[in-house]
């Protein structure tokens, strides 16, 4: 039976741009999965303002760290004020509620 990798032995030393660009990786990864199917899990993402996602990663980092459920309700709350009152919010409620139409 194969023991499990416990640590790991690495160096470091200089070595010229010729020989540094020689070294590879003799197979590359290829993951089990196309890569179709990353850009089909990313897409939503990719269409989130950078402050929805910063709510996001506030929110997982809470579940992640185990806070209790009325602190994590907290974080959300907290991350809702900050999107809701951004300016990039309101300038997509506009476009999306017309603002400024007179008919």
Do not use: C, N
């Amino acid at each position: 039976m194969k023991r499990p990798l416990t640590h790991l032995r690495a160096s470091a030393a200089a070595t010229s741009k010729a020989r540094g660009a020689a070294l590879t990786v003799p197979k590359p990864f290829r993951p089990p999965y196309p890569a179709s199917a990353v850009d089909r899990f990313i897409a939503p993402f990719l269409q989130q303002t950078p402050q929805v996602l910063r709510a996001f990663k506030a929110l997982a980092r809470a579940v992640r760290r185990g806070l209790p459920a009325s602190e994590v309700r907290a974080v959300e709350a907290r991350q809702l004020v900050e999107t809701w009152a951004h300016p990039d919010h309101w300038q997509a409620a506009d476009k999306i509620l017309g603002a400024g139409r007179t008919s």
